[in-house]
């Protein structure tokens, strides 16, 4: 079984409530029924750090990690470990970014990585 974290850490984000209602949106599109936690990140000024922990459900992790993740924006940079056939993808906030939906524009920083059990 493979599980994936998702660590994503916001901007412009003034109150907690807006922060948690960003993390059910990004835990809607994943379809991750589990939980999240956030804290505020300090950093940055009105910024969380919020932390999801999902599931791989396709037997190819890396495709499934690279479509999971562009879900909520693009580009993403993609490091492959073969022997442990896992995936990171990280993503930095830029002025050539994508976001598939506005309400994610609040997205700085996030680091997707897959577990192996």
Same mark, same amino acid.
């Given at each position: 079984?493979?599980?994936? *974290?998702?660590?994503?850490? $916001?901007?412009?984000?003034?109150?907690?409530?807006?922060?948690?209602?960003?993390?059910?949106? !990004? @835990?809607?599109?994943?379809? @991750?029924?589990? *939980?999240?936690? =956030?804290?505020?990140?300090?950093?940055?000024?009105?910024?969380?750090? !919020?932390? =999801? =922990?999902?599931? !791989?459900?396709?037997? /190819?992790?890396?495709?499934?990690? !690279?479509?999971?993740?562009? *879900? =909520?924006?693009?580009? +993403?940079?993609? $490091?492959?470990?073969?022997?442990? /056939?896992?995936?990171?993808?990280?993503?930095?906030?830029?002025?050539? @970014?994508?976001? *598939?939906?506005?309400?994610? %524009?609040?997205? /700085? +920083?996030? %680091?997707?990585?897959?577990? %192996?059990?």
């Amino acid at each position: 079984m493979t599980k994936f *974290r998702l660590t994503l850490v $916001t901007e412009n984000q003034k109150s907690l409530e807006k922060g948690k209602k960003f993390a059910e949106l !990004i @835990c809607g599109t994943l379809n @991750c029924k589990n *939980r999240f936690e =956030i804290s505020k990140y300090e950093k940055f000024e009105n910024s969380y750090r !919020i932390e =999801i =922990i999902g599931q !791989i459900t396709d037997k /190819n992790s890396v495709a499934e990690s !690279i479509e999971l993740t562009d *879900r =909520i924006c693009s580009p +993403w940079i993609v $490091t492959y470990d073969r022997p442990k /056939n896992s995936v990171e993808l990280i993503f930095n906030k830029s002025d050539f @970014c994508n976001f *598939r939906r506005a309400e994610f %524009n609040v997205l /700085n +920083w996030a %680091n997707f990585k897959t577990e %192996n059990e």
